[in-house]
């Protein structure tokens, strides 16, 4: 597959994948979503062999989550879990399931979906600029790609719901949390954590680490994703949604009416 909306890079046994729509904050518009569904399902050019692979964006953010402009008419319900079902649950779960090592170096500001895949990774690294913004409440939406799941299982119930209803939370506040680490040089760090992993240590032992923390904290990750689409598809039926997505468009604050 030809990579336009992301760059592949392969050192050794590591790669880097770079979000590369700067200009949209790495939006994960539908081709990015198929492009990383490739290049995590092992397809990418020189990708036999890869033990770590780094996670980052291109410019100042590290993804600014789903592309709402990529699609001009109301989203429907059908459209929402086929999104959720057939690109962002599969990203989440080949970041999850696979026995690379996956690290994430965020360099800049993360939002929605894009928060879940850098902290799906197995290790987090983040500047000390870094924002992490929500974004769902302010279109009518629920957390989605296992946020809730991710935040509620990492930094616990009452923490992970004002983060949620708060919308935004810092790398500094993340860091307290326990969902990452705030170095000055995010890209910097997650390359020589790859090196670690890439080079002559007991990768089998780090697999099997990453399976035992998984199956810790992702025991009912599945049933999880099949109930988040349900929510969601629930939510694109109401007009708050549809005031949300309409006042994103038109660049105005939403009126809600929790209808």
């Avoid at 692979?53 to 989203?75: M, Q, Y």
């Avoid at 649950?89 to 970041?95: F, N, T, Y």
């Avoid at 895949?117 to 974004?135: E, G, N, Q």
């Avoid at 990768?203 to 049933?223: G, H, T």
Wanted: hydrophobic share 45%.
């Amino acid at each position: 597959m030809e990579y336009r909306d992301i760059q592949v890079e392969v050192e050794g046994r590591a790669m880097t994948i770079r979000l590369n729509r700067p200009d949209r904050l790495n939006a994960l518009g539908s081709r990015m979503r198929q492009e990383l569904i490739d290049a995590l399902g092992q397809r990418a050019p020189g990708g036999d062999g890869i033990r770590a692979v780094i996670l980052t964006g291109s410019g100042n953010a590290f993804s600014s989550g789903a592309d709402i402009r990529e699609n001009t008419g109301k989203p429907t319900r059908d459209i929402i879990v086929k999104d959720l079902r057939d690109s962002f649950h599969v990203i989440a779960k080949l970041i999850r399931d696979s026995d690379r090592i996956f690290i994430s170096a965020v360099n800049g500001v993360a939002a929605g979906a894009g928060i879940s895949i850098a902290l799906l990774c197995d290790m987090v690294f983040a500047s000390p600029s870094a924002r992490f913004v929500t974004a769902f409440q302010d279109i009518g939406l629920a957390p989605d790609t296992g946020l809730s799941y991710i935040l509620s299982r990492a930094s616990g119930r009452r923490f992970a719901g004002q983060l949620i209803i708060g919308g935004e939370f810092s790398a500094a506040e993340a860091q307290e949390a326990g969902l990452l680490r705030v170095v000055n040089d995010p890209v910097a760090a997650a390359r020589e954590a790859a090196r670690k992993v890439s080079e002559g240590g007991p990768f089998l032992a780090y697999v099997k680490a990453k399976r035992l923390v998984n199956r810790s904290l992702f025991w009912d990750f599945e049933e999880f994703l099949t109930y988040e689409a349900q929510q969601q598809a629930d939510l694109a039926e109401t007009h708050d949604f549809l005031e949300g997505v309409t006042a994103f468009r038109e660049k105005r604050k939403a009126v809600f009416s929790g209808t």
